[in-house]
């Protein structure tokens, strides 16, 4: 039986995964030309106007390349590995709302009150495919690789979820919607800004701080993308794979780059709130196209650093990405979080 | 009949078979990860989000991240792996655990005390706040005692792993 | 102990930035040309007089300037009054070139100058040695 609903839920749900798929292609150009014109260059621009189409013409390479797989590789697991790259980002996508509501219809397409632990969990996964890949292609530059990659993304996992905790106290809650609806009481009430209060101000900036280097090295990003890496380890885990296994890979990676954005987004930049823009009781469709236009600012601005951040820096060796996750990073982030308690119970527990 | 719960119940039992059977310790990890899914949905279906959450994050996220690591590391060839026990070893300790199950299951089943419907939850039961509560409250201590056997724990690890301090 | 100088990295995604919105150094080229600068030294041409005449005298001093010995000139009686000679044959090996303009240096009657042209493509040896018609008509 389709009543009205379910019919409003699935295309809401099909936009989720249009937006979190969607602006793969777009990122990639993006990419590339940012990165000519840091390098003062112009880039490809010949696909299409100003090189838009360059995305379809790569996809169209991918695929017609040939499907490589080494001998002796272990075939089952070489074929599920992108998968699992590819398929975590985007679920965790599905509990991010990505706009106000129009009518009665919230543009989230899963509405869960656990959202954010639902979300890093599903994120916790993605590391298998990496791990999987390297050890399936029987290759010791590709396992070593994926091993990299495994221990990166264990260890700044932990700064993650502290800094996502710090926003979770701040809203009190770890329900997208509430965590966004808290935010839209004027700019001062983002998270990034202490959440309403302005002593925990401190403890919102450090806590995007930390969030979003641990999203880089998350997504293993410029300057931490040590999995790859073509003195010591060729291309790492995904050294074996070609043609469309490949763009699995890579476009799982930035499926990835995304829902961390929306994740940065939805937890400390107050979604799609902006004064004077949205208004939170407007359920009207022009405010909800509006709030949408709010969200994707947002998320395409922090993609933007993160392609502005990876043709600024050099990367770090690998001892030198241990000693920042674990001996800086961490015990910042967890005395974030004792200050942002401290200052929460010293004004009164609610902020 | 709940059918999630049965196609979860039929998933984990034959993930489970898997970890057991499987030669390739990678296989067996993942079929560990397909098991612990499972659980995860189970957790979810009864009414426990947040343990389910967390279940999927601690132990498919990180514990089993780690034993995979390991077994990569190791990267065992298949004459490392061991001689496999002959067919009625194998047969032999099956039927012992089903007896075993049974042993404990059938005494179980007929156990009258255990006759009775739960009283359904309260509101946002198995969520963010009510385990909090719990655990900060009501069962603040045993907690707290638990921190403190995961620490020593941490210390008997690196003394171990630490030789020279 | 690490350095944690955030600074830093502000002012280096700064300096990045600047790039970012920078005037590029790519040519496109098939649509912009590069122009080279007065003096450019490139292939050779052989001037004309007023009256359309070639300006050349063929008093191989050009060929004996010239260190790379790519020019060949074979002279023959000149039809016209106010001088001896011109080339019948004016050959350069613009392979054998190095373009340094000594030619243009020795030439007693201004006759031989390098034009800024650098793109003229050919796919034998034998195209690449340029004749007397094809060093006037340019």
């Not at chain 1, 989230?108 to 994120?123: D, E, K, T, Y």
């Not at chain 2, 999630?4 to 993942?30: G, I």
């Not at chain 3, 600074?7 to 280096?12: A, E, M, V």
């Amino acid at each position: 039986m389709v009543t009205k609903d379910v019919l409003y839920k699935l295309v809401v749900f099909l936009a989720t995964v249009g937006i979190a798929v969607g602006l793969v292609p777009i990122m990639t150009i993006v990419e590339r030309r940012v990165a000519a014109f840091i390098q003062n260059r112009w880039g490809p621009n010949r696909v299409g106007p100003w090189g838009l189409l360059q995305p379809v013409a790569d996809g169209i390479k991918a695929f017609f390349k040939e499907e490589f797989v080494p001998a002796r590789a272990d075939r089952l697991l070489h074929f599920i590995a992108p998968m699992l790259v590819f398929v975590p980002p985007a679920i965790g996508f599905a509990v991010i709302p990505w706009g106000n509501q129009i009518g009665s219809v919230k543009l989230q397409a899963v509405n869960l009150n656990i959202g954010v632990l639902f979300m890093m969990s599903v994120l916790s996964i993605a590391v298998y495919g990496l791990a999987i890949g390297g050890w399936a292609s029987n290759n010791k530059w590709s396992l070593l690789g994926g091993l990299r990659a495994s221990a990166q993304l264990i260890s700044y996992e932990l700064t993650l979820g502290l800094a996502i905790l710090v926003a979770i106290m701040m809203a009190e809650s770890v329900d997208p919607q509430v965590i966004v609806a808290k935010q839209t009481r004027g700019i001062l009430s983002w998270n990034v800004f202490g959440g309403g209060n302005l002593l925990a101000l401190p403890c919102g900036l450090l806590g995007i701080l930390l969030l979003y280097t641990a999203a880089l090295a998350e997504n293993n990003r410029l300057p931490f993308d040590l999995p790859e890496c073509e003195q010591e380890l060729v291309g790492g885990y995904h050294t074996e794979y070609s043609s469309m296994k490949f763009a699995m890979f890579f476009m799982g990676e930035y499926v990835a780059m995304v829902n961390m954005s929306a994740i940065v987004t939805m937890l400390y930049l107050g979604g799609w709130y902006f004064p004077g823009i949205t208004n939170p009781a407007d359920h009207s469709w022009l405010g909800g196209i509006l709030s949408v236009g709010v969200f994707m600012a947002k998320t395409f601005a922090i993609l933007f650093v993160y392609v502005w951040i990876r043709w600024t820096f050099p990367r770090f060796k690998y001892n030198q990405l241990m000693n920042l996750g674990w001996k800086g990073l961490l015990p910042l982030s967890l005395a974030n979080v004792a200050l942002l308690a401290v200052v929460g119970v010293f004004t009164g527990g609610k902020p | 009949m709940d059918y999630v719960f049965l196609a979860c119940a039929l998933v984990s039992c034959v993930a489970s078979l898997m970890v057991v059977r499987s030669r390739n310790p990678v296989y067996s990890a993942l079929a560990l990860m397909l098991c612990f899914l499972a659980f995860a949905v189970v957790f979810l279906r009864l009414g426990a989000p947040f343990l389910a959450a967390m279940h999927v994050l601690v132990y498919t996220g990180a514990i089993l991240v780690l034993f995979l690591f390991v077994i990569m590391l190791l990267n065992l060839k298949e004459e490392e792996l061991g001689r496999e026990h002959p067919d009625w070893v194998k047969g032999a300790l099956a039927l012992l655990c089903v007896l075993l199950f049974g042993a404990i299951a059938v005494p179980l089943a007929r156990e009258p005390r255990l006759r009775f419907r739960l009283p359904p939850p309260d509101e946002g039961f198995g969520g963010v706040e009510h385990v909090g509560r719990a655990l900060f409250h009501q069962y603040a201590l045993p907690f707290e005692l638990v921190s403190v056997l995961i620490v020593v724990a941490i210390l008997g690890c690196v003394v171990l792993a630490k030789r020279k301090l | 102990m690490t350095n944690y100088n955030i600074g830093s990295l502000f002012k280096g995604m700064f300096r990045t930035f600047q790039h970012l919105v920078g005037k590029k150094a790519t040519l496109e080229y098939p649509e912009e040309k590069y122009i080279p600068r007065k003096g450019y030294r490139g292939e050779h041409r052989l001037k004309k007089d007023e009256q359309g005449r070639m300006k050349c005298v063929a008093c191989f001093m050009c060929a004996t300037a010239c260190p790379a010995e790519c020019i060949r000139i074979v002279a023959g009686p000149s039809p016209w009054p106010d001088r001896d000679k011109i080339p019948v044959s004016f050959e350069i090996d613009l392979l054998k070139c190095i373009y340094c303009g000594m030619c243009e240096e020795a030439c007693p009657c201004d006759a031989i100058e390098l034009t800024p042209t650098f793109t003229q493509i050919a796919t034998t040896r034998e195209e690449k040695i340029y004749d007397l018609q094809k060093l006037m008509n340019r």
